[in-house]
Nanobody, 124 residues
Framework: QVQLVESGGGLVQAGGSLRLSCAGSGHTLSNYVMGWFRQAPGLEREFVARVTGGGGNTYYADYADSVKGRFTISRDNAKNTVYLQMNSLNPEDTAVYYC??????????????WGQGTQVTVSS
């Protein structure tokens, strides 16, 4: 069983930055594809970014078009933690952000481990 705990959310003005963290326990996160998703009120959970697993320092990352060039996903295997650096935030980024661990590159909502989420609010 993988336990994931997100942190780093908060209130930020448009144009600002936040870094989210996802700390894992129970299993080594390097064994999993790690992803970030978000869910705004009244909307479905949507993909934000994902990163390949593995024990080395080289990995491949993939992003939703809406965050490309602004968000960066990274992982620190020594700390068993995955990060999401978010820059140039805008009000449309307001959502609860969730971390996910999956054995598949295509992360499915019903076939992954999920954290409890962290709220990100961007004011205009």
């Amino acid at each position: 069983q993988v336990q994931l705990v997100e942190s780093g959310g908060g209130l930020v003005q448009a144009g600002g930055s936040l870094r989210l963290s996802c700390a894992g326990s129970g299993h080594t996160l390097s064994n999993y594809v790690m992803g970030w998703f978000r869910q705004a009120p009244g909307l479905e959970r949507e993909f934000v970014a994902r990163v390949t697993g593995g024990g080395g320092n080289t990995y491949y990352a993939d992003y939703a078009d809406s965050v490309k060039g602004r968000f960066t996903i990274s992982r620190d295997n020594a700390k068993n933690t995955v990060y999401l650096q978010m820059n140039s935030l805008n009000p449309e980024d307001t959502a609860v952000y969730y971390c996910a661990a999956s054995t598949a590159w295509k992360i499915r909502v019903d076939d992954a481990y999920w954290g409890q989420g962290t709220q990100v609010t961007v004011s205009s």
